[in-house]
């Protein structure tokens, strides 16, 4: 930036690229400034982590730099089983988070220290939808709809991860809510 009369001018801007991941036909991929770099094959994630229904595939996908590990979800086509999972990219190791029945998975996302991931769920049956929080480290799950038992939700939906705390919304028959839940104190806070 150089000064001018009016305030300042800027002279150059740094690129600092782009870096994406992608699922295409199975396969996942890293992209970083437009080269593409093969991570795996679904058929290289162990069986025991995979649906028992070979007839799967990937509806979701997040990155955490912090940890270089991607989650995903796979879902079996006739939406009876889905999988949370993540791969390490730099011990090029699977875990399985978790196991979810008749669950459809749309949206994932972890936080900037990549030890909480944030799932959207829809159970298949009721179309009812829930926002579990997971503790990468413990494995443990937090049900969000679970801390608002006395109160008729029409839908609940994670937003994104300001920092370390999950901003998540409610539907209401009267219209939106938003909260804050702090996984570290394990508690729902009005923003």
């Known amino acids: 930036m150089s000064p001018d009369s009016n305030g300042y001018i800027i002279d150059s801007?740094?690129?600092l690229g782009t870096v994406e991941f992608i699922e295409k036909n199975g396969t996942f991929y890293k992209i970083e400034n437009n080269v593409?770099?093969?991570l795996f094959d679904s058929g290289e994630i162990p069986k025991e982590i995979l649906p028992d229904n070979l007839n799967a595939h990937s509806t979701a996908l997040t990155y955490s730099p912090k940890t270089n590990t991607i989650f995903f979800t796979m879902q079996t086509n006739d939406r009876s089983q889905s999988r949370i999972i993540s791969?390490?990219?730099?011990h090029r190791a699977f875990k399985l988070?978790?196991?979810l029945e008749n669950t459809i998975i749309p949206d994932i996302k972890v936080d900037s220290s990549g030890k909480y991931l944030s799932v959207l769920a829809y159970t298949d049956t009721s179309q009812q939808s829930n926002a579990y929080v997971y503790n990468l480290k413990t494995g443990e799950r937090e049900d969000l709809r679970s801390r608002f038992e006395d109160t008729k939700i029409e839908e609940i939906s994670p937003q994104f991860w300001q920092q370390d705390k999950?901003?998540?919304q409610i539907s209401l028959k009267e219209g939106f809510l938003y909260y804050v839940y702090d996984p570290y104190k394990d508690k729902v806070l009005i923003p």
């Open 13 to 15: 801007i740094k690129d």
């Open 36 to 38: 593409e770099t093969k």
């Open 87 to 90: 791969y390490d990219i730099s």
């Open 97 to 99: 988070i978790d196991s």
């Open 166 to 168: 999950l901003i998540f």
